[in-house]
C-alpha cells in the first residue's frame, strides 16, 4: 500500500511546554517522521535558555512556523467568537479577539519576532486554533510568510492557490471532543488516501495523556512520507 503523505506539525511551541515539545520531536525523529515543523508563540516569556533550546531543535532539523502572539485572549468579541470558543478554541483563538488590522499587526509583530532573536525566518503562519479571523486573502500577499494554515488548508500567497488539505488532531480532554474528533480524523484520513493529499498531522504538547493518545500513537506506528510544508509553494 502506498504510505499516506503527511505534513507534520507540533503546535503550541513556548517555554512552558518546550520540554514536552522536545520529547515528541525526539519520538517523531525516531519513528522517521521528519520533517516536523514547530509552530512558535514568540510572546511568551522567552529566556536566553529556552531560546538556546529552540535552536538545538532547528540544528536537530526542525523548521518553524509563526504561531499567533500569546495564543490567549483577554475577551471574547462577538457570537462567532463565542461559539468558536465554546466548540473549538477555548480561549486560544488569538485572532478572533481582534479587529482586521489588529490582526494584520500581531503578524507582523510575530515575524519580526524571529529576526530579533536570529531564528530562521518562517515560510509558514498558523492562526492559534487554525482560525484566521477577517482577514482577506489580498492582505496577506503583503505579509512576509509564505503559506498560511486554517482549519480547511494552506495558502499559498505567492501563488496565489489555496490547498484544501486533511487534517488529524488530537486534542481531546473531553469525552464529547474525543466522539467528535475520532470520526472527523478517519475521514480526513480516507480522505488522503483516495485524493493522494498529503494529510496535516497536528500535535499538540498533551496529547499523548489525552483520550486519543492511542490513536496518536497508532497513527505514528503507521508511519508515512513526510513533507516539509514549504514542499507546497
Same mark, same amino acid.
Given at each position: 500500500?502506498?504510505?499516506?503523505?503527511?505534513?507534520?506539525?507540533?503546535?503550541?511551541?513556548?517555554?512552558?511546554?518546550?520540554?514536552?515539545?522536545?520529547?515528541?520531536?525526539?519520538? *517523531?525523529?525516531?519513528?522517521?517522521?521528519t520533517?516536523?515543523? *514547530?509552530?512558535?508563540?514568540p510572546?511568551r516569556?522567552?529566556?536566553?535558555e529556552h531560546?538556546?533550546?529552540?535552536?538545538?531543535l532547528v540544528?536537530?532539523?526542525?523548521?518553524?512556523?509563526?504561531?499567533?502572539?500569546?495564543?490567549?485572549?483577554?475577551?471574547?468579541?462577538?457570537?462567532? !467568537?463565542?461559539? !468558536?470558543s465554546?466548540?473549538?478554541?477555548?480561549r486560544?483563538g488569538?485572532?478572533?479577539?481582534?479587529?482586521?488590522?489588529?490582526i494584520?499587526?500581531?503578524?507582523l509583530?510575530?515575524r519580526?519576532?524571529?529576526?530579533?532573536?536570529? *531564528?530562521?525566518?518562517?515560510?509558514?503562519?498558523?492562526?492559534?486554533?487554525?482560525?484566521?479571523?477577517?482577514?482577506?486573502?489580498?492582505?496577506l500577499?503583503? *505579509?512576509?510568510?509564505d503559506l498560511?494554515?486554517?482549519?480547511?488548508?494552506?495558502?499559498d500567497?505567492?501563488?496565489?492557490?489555496?490547498h484544501?488539505?486533511?487534517?488529524?488532531?488530537?486534542?481531546?480532554?473531553?469525552?464529547?471532543?474525543?466522539a467528535?474528533?475520532?470520526?472527523?480524523?478517519?475521514?480526513?484520513?480516507?480522505w488522503?488516501?483516495?485524493?493522494?493529499?498529503?494529510?496535516?498531522?497536528?500535535?499538540?504538547?498533551?496529547?499523548?495523556?489525552?483520550?486519543?493518545?492511542?490513536?496518536?500513537?497508532?497513527?505514528?506506528?503507521?508511519?508515512?512520507?513526510?513533507?516539509?510544508?514549504?514542499?507546497?509553494?
Open positions: 500500500m502506498t504510505p499516506v503523505r503527511l505534513l507534520v506539525s507540533i503546535h503550541d511551541v513556548m517555554p512552558e511546554t518546550l520540554d514536552r515539545v522536545r520529547r515528541i520531536f525526539d519520538r *517523531l525523529v525516531a519513528a522517521d517522521l520533517p516536523v515543523t *514547530l509552530l512558535v508563540v510572546g516569556d522567552w529566556t536566553p531560546l538556546h533550546g529552540l535552536r538545538a540544528g536537530a532539523g526542525a523548521e518553524l512556523a509563526g504561531h499567533g502572539w500569546n495564543h490567549d485572549v483577554e475577551r471574547i468579541r462577538g457570537l462567532k !467568537h463565542a461559539l !468558536h465554546a466548540f473549538i478554541s477555548r486560544a488569538e485572532h478572533l479577539a481582534l479587529s482586521r488590522f489588529g494584520l499587526r500581531l503578524m509583530r510575530n519580526a519576532w524571529f529576526d530579533d532573536h536570529d *531564528l530562521p525566518a518562517p515560510a509558514l503562519y498558523v492562526p492559534p486554533a487554525w482560525a484566521m479571523g477577517p482577514v482577506p486573502r489580498a492582505f500577499k503583503r *505579509l512576509p510568510f498560511y494554515e486554517t482549519t480547511g488548508g494552506v495558502f500567497a505567492g501563488a496565489d492557490r489555496y484544501r488539505l486533511p487534517m488529524a488532531g488530537f486534542e481531546t480532554d473531553t469525552a464529547f471532543r474525543a467528535v474528533v475520532r470520526p472527523f480524523n478517519a475521514l480526513n484520513r480516507s488522503s488516501r483516495s485524493s493522494k493529499k498529503p494529510l496535516r498531522l497536528g500535535i499538540h504538547p498533551d496529547d499523548f495523556e489525552l483520550r486519543l493518545a492511542d490513536d496518536l500513537e497508532a497513527m505514528i506506528a503507521a508511519g508515512g512520507e513526510c513533507l516539509s510544508y514549504r514542499a507546497l509553494a
